[in-house]
């Protein structure tokens, strides 16, 4: 069951403030409030969706590569296409999600 009251869905609303990177009609890329490396990004598509498993079987044709494609436009964007990053999506409990609305991680 999606939590519509999460963080991200907030953020999503516009409810709470976030430093914005990128925003269309379907995804939204911020920095992250507590980054753990120089650049770090957090992505998320606005559809509601708990995890990734969630966005997989939610997302209606061409949704799924259009959040990787505009995720590879952000990665462009911050400058770290040529030196590398690291892209993480923590899914569940286990996985070590605190925030149950679907989001990469982007560490440069
Ligand atoms: P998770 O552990 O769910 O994969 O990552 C959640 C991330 O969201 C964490 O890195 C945390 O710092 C970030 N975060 C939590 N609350 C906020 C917030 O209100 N604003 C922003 N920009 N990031 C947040």
């Keep these: 069951m999606y939590d519509k009251n999460n963080i991200f869905a907030k953020i ?5 403030p976030c430093e914005k990177i990128y925003e269309d009609e379907s995804v939204l890329f911020f920095n992250d409030i507590n980054p753990i490396s120089k650049i770090h990004v ?4 606005k559809l509601s969706c708990k995890d ?15 959040f990787f494609k505009k995720t590879e436009m952000i990665i462009d964007k911050l400058g770290i296409r040529n030196t590398g990053y690291k892209i993480i999506a923590n899914s569940g409990s286990d996985g070590g999600q605190e925030v149950p609305h679907f989001h990469i991680h982007i560490l440069g």
């Design 12 to 16: 999503i609303k516009g409810e709470i």
């Design 42 to 45: 957090l992505g998320v598509p």
């Design 52 to 66: 990734f498993s969630d966005f997989i079987s939610k997302s209606k044709p061409g949704a799924i590569s259009n």
